[in-house]
């Protein structure tokens, strides 16, 4: 005996939105089983690419009729059992970073490519598994308790300077001068008392202002000293020179101008550009540290630097914010201001503007 099932049909619409619905077909047996299929989800959601037709035939009459189906009202029947079918709005959703990110790799440049991944980097310190990870692994590494302070000490401060000794009690070993300038270059700054030796004259047209005017000072001091003091100025020289190589207002100035393949070097590694001719704003601002640096030995540390101003081709005004990074005071004598540098370094705090 045949046993005839009962076909129940549900179709119901999605609570938002309007235009999805949901087919489900169940009959009345011990199974369980109903066939769920929607309109958001296969064959309807698949590129139309053709267009269908059902042909209904009536054969009283003989008449054709051809009802044209739209893509989006196909159904793909699958078969479910209670526990697994789903409401309309329980559907998964691609997720459209997943989607793009395939699409990127399939079809994009190289340079998408590693767009792409940069962000893939940038979006994994929000992935739980990797900040696990991460945790983990900076669980078990070692803190070198002593570097932390020296970092502390040297970096708190956000210093753009020449090296420096924080606990020096006299000025003379605030800013070591071997540390400086190195023990194989001082052989490559003789210029100036070889020039010297020959009975020539130190000139503005090749040497910086402030050379020119404290070149008397290598006659009041001894051979060594007075050899020592030139070798400073001739590195003063190629410090200016380098910096105006590397600037817009002053690049004519070194064009006859001959750096020492060491110094050329050593300049090129420590304030250079990569990426442009120019000097960066923090290395032209080291440069003109170590500058202010050696204008301040030669003067035993009391300096009048209006003259190295106009060799930095900056105003006096602009300058004095660079003698404050490097810990000194301002004095004036006989109406004119000089920088100081007492000792032991103290260097003014770094002021974080609060937002209105």
């Known amino acids: 005996m045949a046993l005839l099932l009962k076909t129940e049909v549900k179709v119901m619409k999605h609570v938002k939105r309007s235009n999805r619905m949901q087919v489900v077909v169940s009959c009345d047996n011990n199974d369980k089983v109903k066939f769920v299929g ?45 526990d697994e079918v789903k409401r309309a709005d329980e559907i998964p959703k691609v997720d459209e970073a997943e989607e793009k990110k395939e699409k990127t790799f399939q079809f994009s440049t190289k340079k998408s490519e590693r767009t792409a991944k940069k962000e893939k980097a940038l979006r994994a310190n929000h992935d739980p598994k990797a900040q696990a990870d991460l945790n983990s692994k900076m669980a078990d590494a070692k803190v070198n308790a002593k570097a932390l302070e020296v970092g502390v000490a040297t970096t708190s401060s956000a210093r753009n300077i020449p090296p ?45 202002v402030f050379v020119c005017n404290r070149i008397y000072k290598i006659d009041e001091v001894k051979d060594e000293k007075a050899r020592e003091l030139a070798c400073i100025y001739s590195y003063i020289n190629h410090l200016i020179k380098f910096k105006d190589k590397h600037s817009m207002d002053g690049f004519s100035s070194p064009k006859h101008h001959t750096f020492p393949n060491i110094l050329t070097q050593k300049f090129n590694d420590m304030f250079a550009n990569i990426e442009s001719k120019r000097l960066a704003d923090d290395k032209r601002d080291l440069l003109i540290s170590y500058v202010l640096v050696l204008t301040l030995i030669v003067d035993n540390f009391k300096t009048e630097f209006s003259d190295i101003a106009e060799d930095l081709r900056m105003p006096t005004g602009a300058l004095r914010p660079h003698f404050e990074y490097l810990g000194c005071k301002f004095i004036r004598e006989h109406n004119i201001t000089l920088a100081t540098l007492p000792a032991p370094l103290k260097f003014p705090e770094v002021r974080v503007r609060r937002r209105r």
């Open 38 to 82: 929607t309109n958001c989800s296969g064959e309807a959601t698949a590129q139309q690419v053709c267009s269908y037709s059902l042909g209904v035939l009536d054969k009283e009459t003989g008449v054709l009729k051809i009802l044209p189906i739209e893509s989006n009202k196909i159904f793909r029947l699958e078969p479910r059992f209670d």
């Open 164 to 208: 420096h000794d924080l606990s020096a009690t006299i000025p003379q070993q605030a800013y070591p001068l071997e540390k400086i300038i190195l023990k194989g270059e001082w052989r490559y700054l003789l210029d100036i008392a070889e020039i010297l030796q020959e009975g020539k004259n130190i000139t503005p047209e090749s040497y910086p």
